[in-house]
């Protein structure tokens, strides 16, 4: 924590900014407890941390945050507060906040008798502190109503901020955040507005790259949005950035662009100058598009603990080595080591990592198509830079790349009928605009896969840790959508119902989630948040994944066999996927879904529609066609064959119908003992339950084996439940299911 508050002073001090805030959450004694002192030990953390910052020419500022719990009118509530601010300030802070922000509006009783309004109290309180401290240069004051959509009933009426203005002691800054919590603008017009009714300038807190409310979201965009002409109306501006260190590269180095580039300013600012210490106007914010691809730009976001150590290398500490995440590598030689050692398969247990049965598309040495093996460590190219901002881009809007992934999608799913089963009329230049939009999104949602490759990969481990959580979820929703629309422009016969576009004219910014979220909201599954939100895996890997639908050139895997009833081996290699993968791949191919990585095939996830059409189907054609296959030879053969036609068609038997009639589909999910990032077979599912829920399939169940408990976990982890134990098959089983 040391090391980052020293880099972040430092790129203060190199960029021009002059305040740092410390109002930390972790900080317990600054809002839960803020009635305790420090200890020793914390008291010379925090000497240290001032100390730093006048070193560097900037200002801390130590805010407090009683608003919670404090009794206004208490003696010792106010005698508990100055305490705490002299210890503060016998450190060598001189600059102080107030805070009483998201706060409960209602006083006690003692404080109703006391005061006269709400705001009376805070007001009260706040001189009598600014006082005690002998009236500092810089005390700032955080009101309950610190934007315009929290007053009531405008900013310019609120009898709160009136209140404020007439009583506070005139040198004391008020805190202000905009027309909202996080402004997408800030104009001259109402910030005029409120230093009307404040009756001084205020300070700007501006959110606008604030991430703390929001866990999928992050922000990399430039400071924009911020009228060059409001300098005049502001004692300050305190951005509040992301809580990862390392996004706030391109916010920070703007907002100091914004605040020192433009022509001289003939008039001081109004209020606290020393907010503003350069007599500099402020500009309209950088173009991103020319500010990522110019020095210095974010092209050192992989190179920039270097870059600063070149400019101060006695100012520069050295970033935390952190461990190199090559563990997946290692967890995936020995999964292939365990997998050569394993044990001759026992009759009625499954296969290692996998239900009952393989797929391969050729081996586990081919690599994906048009896609090298991510590897080594080094900078993140231009292009990618452009696209991780891109999707990481702002409260209110988004970047290009953004922008296409979305409108792309959305209209490749409200023009699915152009390719579908009712689409063989549609004139072949509709046809041919649907298959071009879907290979631009298709290559999109490629581009997002090698992203987080190559930020796993990249040589700031720092960077990893930061971004690593957010690239994640963005690359496995981005599979999710790739392998939807990929089922949507397969050549098979289906009738789509209708998909719901609830939400698609809404603002881009109205769901939670950020980019990731949309793409989500976009999905016939798109509500379903359990299927998408889940914490990243402990080791991030650099393997890359591609989710698409089952196509003939696909087989089952040869290679496999599988013991006789009577522990004899059978000749014939196609056994185990001609009982378990064979039915679904055969009679319902349009619901099989492959997962591939570097080196091939490594889990699939099979789906049955209508699992009582399909059943029918299987004793009607699945079955003789097996009794074909499989003809006795012999006394033992004969045997076995019997065995075998039997199993077969026990796994096709009855389910109930209280079953079906709210679950009516079926899954089967295989993946690989080597496969590291396990969200990727949560991904998997996610696939196809898309795929039955655009086809109208309103529940879908799974069959699992009362001891396989991880499989049990997993499912029950994605908002499956236990329906029956033991009562669908003539074997025992349990089966999980879940409303789509």
Wanted: aromatic share 8%.
């Amino acid at each position: 924590m040391w090391v980052l508050f020293q880099r972040c002073l430092l790129r203060m001090q190199l960029w021009g900014l002059n305040t740092y805030l410390y109002g930390p959450k972790d900080d317990l004694k600054h809002r839960l407890l803020w009635r305790e002192v420090y200890s020793p030990e914390e008291e010379a953390q925090l000497r240290t941390l001032i100390a730093e910052a006048q070193s560097r020419g900037l200002r801390f500022v130590y805010a407090l945050s009683p608003g919670q719990d404090i009794v206004f009118s208490s003696s010792c509530d106010l005698t508990l507060l100055k305490r705490k601010l002299k210890q503060v300030s016998d450190l060598g802070c001189q600059a102080f906040a107030i805070l009483f922000d998201d706060i409960d509006h209602s006083m006690c009783q003692a404080d109703s008798e006391a005061f006269t309004s709400f705001a009376h109290a805070q007001v009260t309180v706040t001189n009598e502190i600014y006082r005690f401290l002998g009236e500092p240069d810089v005390f700032l004051f955080c009101p309950t109503e610190y934007c315009g959509s929290l007053c009531s009933p405008s900013a310019s009426k609120s009898p709160y901020l009136q209140t404020v203005g007439e009583d506070l002691l005139p040198d004391i800054t008020v805190i202000w955040t905009g027309s909202k919590v996080i402004s997408r603008k800030l104009s001259l017009d109402s910030l005029a507005e409120v230093e009307s009714v404040l009756q001084r300038p205020p300070l700007i807190w501006d959110n606008l790259h604030a991430n703390d409310y929001d866990s999928r979201r992050l922000f990399l965009g430039p400071f924009k949005g911020r009228d060059p002409q409001i300098r005049s109306h502001l004692r300050g501006l305190l951005l509040n950035p992301n809580c990862e260190f390392e996004a706030n590269y391109i916010p920070l180095h703007t907002l100091g662009d914004w605040h020192r580039t433009g022509k001289e300013d003939v008039n001081a600012p109004p209020g606290n100058p020393k907010m503003f210490p350069s007599q500099q106007t402020y500009i309209s914010p950088v173009c991103p598009g020319s500010y990522v691809g110019s020095p210095p730009g974010w092209m050192c976001l992989e190179n920039l603990t270097r870059e600063a150590s070149r400019r101060h290398p006695d100012q520069m500490p050295e970033p935390p080595q952190l461990a190199p995440l090559d563990v997946e590598e290692q967890r995936a030689r020995e999964g292939e080591k365990m997998r050569s050692h394993q044990q001759p398969h026992q009759p009625g247990q499954p296969l290692p990592g996998s239900r009952s049965g393989a797929l391969t598309g050729g081996g586990r040495t081919q690599k994906l198509p048009g896609r090298g093996v991510c590897g080594g460590k080094g900078m993140l190219s231009e292009a990618q830079v452009r696209l991780l901002v891109g999707l990481h881009y702002l409260p209110h809007e988004h970047g290009p790349s953004a922008q296409k992934l979305l409108q792309d999608l959305t209209w490749l799913k409200t023009n699915c009928h152009l390719v579908g089963a009712n689409g063989k009329k549609t004139q072949p230049q509709k046809v041919d605009e649907w298959r071009g939009r879907a290979s631009r999104f298709l290559s999109l949602c490629e581009d997002i896969a090698q992203l987080h490759c190559s930020v796993v990969g990249g040589a700031n481990r720092a960077v990893l840790y930061d971004l690593y959580p957010y690239v994640w979820d963005l690359r496995n929703t981005a599979l999710v959508a790739k392998a939807f629309i990929c089922w949507l422009g397969k050549d098979t016969c289906r009738v789509f119902t209708s998909l719901d576009l609830s939400g698609v004219d809404s603002e881009p910014w109205a769901f939670k989630g950020g980019v990731s979220g949309e793409v989500q909201m976009l999905l016939p599954i798109g509500s379903s948040s359990e299927l998408f939100t889940h914490p990243p895996p402990l080791f991030p890997t650099s393997r890359l994944y591609n989710i698409r639908p089952y196509h003939s050139k696909d087989k089952v895997d040869e290679t496999m066999t599988i013991p006789s009833l009577q522990g004899e081996s059978t000749a014939h290699p196609d056994v185990i996927g001609d009982r378990c993968l064979g039915p679904c791949l055969a009679l319902s191919p349009e619901y099989s879904f492959i997962l591939e990585d570097e080196l091939g095939v490594c889990g699939c996830v099979l789906g049955i529609s209508d699992v009582r059409s399909f059943a029918k189907r299987c004793q009607a054609s699945w079955i003789p066609a097996m009794r074909d296959k499989y003809p006795p030879k012999g006394t033992n053969t004969h045997t076995y064959t019997q065995d075998l036609i039997r199993l077969m068609e026990e796994d096709q038997g009855e389910y109930p119908d209280s079953l079906l009639y709210h679950f009516p589909s079926q899954l089967r999910l295989d993946a690989l003992p080597e496969l590291v990032d396990v969200s990727v077979s949560r991904t998997l599912l996610t696939a196809l339950l898309t795929a039955l829920k655009a086809n109208g399939s309103q529940g879908v169940f799974c069959e699992v084996q009362p001891t396989d408990h991880q499989r049990l976990e997993f499912l029950t982890k994605l908002g499956f439940l236990e329906i029956l134990r033991g009562e669908a098959r003539s074997r025992e089983g349990v089966v999980l299911g879940r409303l789509l």
